[in-house]
């Protein structure tokens, strides 16, 4: 899915959100007053080329800073590296991404619905 960017005229809050073409100008609310966020073209063209690539990043796969280096290795394998600012976890394309969470023991909400998963 394509990732789109939006900001807050407000407070200068940002999300970077994965949906489909056809909800992109949803607007999404503001998680820190409420407002209603706008696109951000600037940084979705920074974005859109990320998506283009097919390259999927997860904050919740992320690691903590302290831990990039040893994560780096333990994936060395996977086309999967964390981002050395963030800890994100940035894989080269969905099926690398889905392999990394496997791996994790963490699992993909498309792909698995249980609740016992979230506990
Ligand atoms: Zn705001």
Request: glycine fraction near 6%; charged fraction near 30%; hydrophobic fraction near 30%.
């Amino acid at each position: 899915m394509p990732i789109f960017c939006y900001k807050c005229p407000d407070c200068e809050w940002t999300l970077e959100d994965s949906r489909p073409r056809a909800d992109r100008n949803l607007m999404p609310m503001c998680q820190a007053c409420g407002a209603h966020c706008e696109r951000d073209m600037n940084a979705e063209h920074g974005c859109s080329r990320m998506a283009s690539s097919g390259e999927v990043r997860s904050v919740n796969a992320g690691v903590g800073i302290d831990q990039i280096q040893e994560a780096n290795k333990h994936y060395a394998d996977l086309d999967v590296h964390f981002c050395p600012k963030t800890g994100d976890m940035v894989a080269r394309n969905r099926g690398q991404y889905l392999k990394a969470l496997a791996r994790r023991g963490l699992f993909n909400r498309d792909e698995i619905r249980s609740p016992k998963h979230f506990s």
